[in-house]
């Protein structure tokens, strides 16, 4: 039998309440539940309402939607201590997308009751709730000036540094592909074949090396450095 979802512990090391008292914790706690998904699961579907928004625990969430023909485009990915459709809850607006477990995935979903609530009693968390819609806002701005400045080698370079962001030096970095090769590039808005060639691309330039998810990056300054 698995170990119950201890919530208050997992809610008090997530950035959004970490300063709260171990009291507040428990007042949110009261409106959070576990949701367990295997992989494939949908959480929710485009046009289903929004009473909450969710935090992944441990696991992956895509955030997608479907064209008319069925082409399916994957806006975001989610993993570990990351929070997703925090602006619709205050918009009070159906889903206009899916979102879809790309692995065995544990989320909570934190019912926007409590979080009003606390908005209510609290400015400090009333900040904390607007410092992450401008963190969000602020990484859309830079999710559309990748796409329409940026070529699609930057993209996938810009992809493989994303968790390296602070590291200026070093040689022989593993780093692992976050999904299959088909939702990361239709995440970096390019088709499954260009990213493959971009990665044979960079691994005939002696910058990096693929084995399946694994890369080895062979020199953070020179690959940050490539230009196509």
Not at 81 to 105: C, H, I, R
């Amino acid at each position: 039998m698995s170990n119950p979802v201890k919530i208050p512990a997992i809610l008090a090391n997530i950035p959004l309440f970490c300063e709260m008292t171990p009291e507040e914790i428990e007042l949110i706690a009261q409106g959070t539940r576990a949701v367990q998904l295997a992989r494939s699961d949908v959480l929710f579907q485009r046009g289903d309402p929004s009473t909450g928004f969710y935090v992944v625990v441990h696991g992956q969430i895509k955030l997608a939607m479907s064209s008319p023909q069925g082409i399916e485009k994957v806006l975001e990915l989610f993993g570990p201590a990351q929070s997703f459709g925090e602006a619709l809850m205050f918009l009070n607006k159906p889903y206009p997308l899916y979102a879809q477990a790309l692995t065995d995935t544990l989320v909570l979903h934190i019912n926007k009751g409590a979080i009003f609530s606390g908005i209510d009693s609290d400015p400090v968390f009333c900040r904390k709730m607007l410092a992450g819609l401008s963190f969000r806002l602020h990484r859309l701005i830079h999710y559309v000036e990748s796409f329409s400045l940026r070529s699609s080698t930057q993209r996938v370079i810009g992809y493989l540094l994303q968790s390296l962001e602070d590291i200026e030096s070093g040689q022989n970095l593993q780093i692992g592909l976050s999904a299959n090769k088909n939702v990361i590039a239709s995440n970096l808005n390019i088709t499954p074949e260009t990213f493959s060639r971009i990665l044979h691309l960079l691994s005939e330039k002696g910058l990096i090396e693929v084995n399946g998810k694994d890369v080895c990056i062979y020199d953070i300054a020179r690959l940050r450095a490539y230009e196509e």
